[in-house]
């Protein structure tokens, strides 16, 4: 949302200031439909989602196996000694230890599904913003915004009115 708000503010700063100069032509996109209908992303997308439905399904055999254990150990915690509930409760720690560092290495922010789906999306993604370059200059568009997300995907250097927005900031004129 936030970003969405950043986005608006720079547009209507370009569009305010740059429209008294100048003719200034904004074109928006929707980047998720593009990739819905993209096939390199729609494999892309197969690929990612193949290989974490294969982690999950291993996580859950992994779950399933904690709980059985969980399951033998409560039944026979009352007959066991000291030392025999002791390493069972370390194996069974362990066991729950390598579950969620398996988890965090397959799924999590940086783990092996996150790392395939930069390596495959990235690619794609610098396709994609090249198209939308192309067609900008060719519909000679001043900037281009993503309509779902709020982002800018193109725009002309001359558009860019970052220093004197600072600059006016900082003589305090806003």
């Known amino acids: 949302m936030m970003k969405r708000l950043s986005a ?3 547009v209507s700063l370009l569009v305010g200031t740059i429209s008294s100069a100048q003719t200034f032509k904004v074109g928006v996109v929707n980047a998720e439909v593009i990739l819905k209908e993209l096939p ?3 494999a892309a997308s197969k690929s990612i989602e193949e290989a974490g ?3 999950r399904d291993t996580l859950q055999m992994m779950q ?6 969980i399951e033998s150990y409560r039944k026979q915690e009352a007959m066991m000694t000291a030392e025999g509930k002791r390493k069972e409760e370390e194996s069974l720690n362990s066991l729950r230890t390598r579950f969620l560092q398996y988890q965090e ?5 940086t783990g ?4 395939m789906r930069e390596g495959l999306l990235q690619p794609i993604r610098v396709k994609v913003n090249d198209a939308i370059a192309a067609v ?3 519909e000679k568009l001043n900037l281009v915004l993503d309509k779902v997300a709020g982002l800018v995907l193109y725009n002309e250097d001359k558009a860019d009115i970052t220093y004197k927005v600072l600059d006016r900031m900082k003589r305090g004129n806003n």
């Open 53 to 55: 439905l294969k982690i």
């Open 40 to 42: 390199e992303a729609i």
């Open 8 to 10: 608006l503010l720079v």
């Open 105 to 109: 290495e397959k799924l999590g922010n």
């Open 112 to 115: 092996e599904v996150a790392r």
């Open 64 to 69: 399933k196996d904690f709980e059985g254990r």
């Open 136 to 138: 900008a200059k060719e």
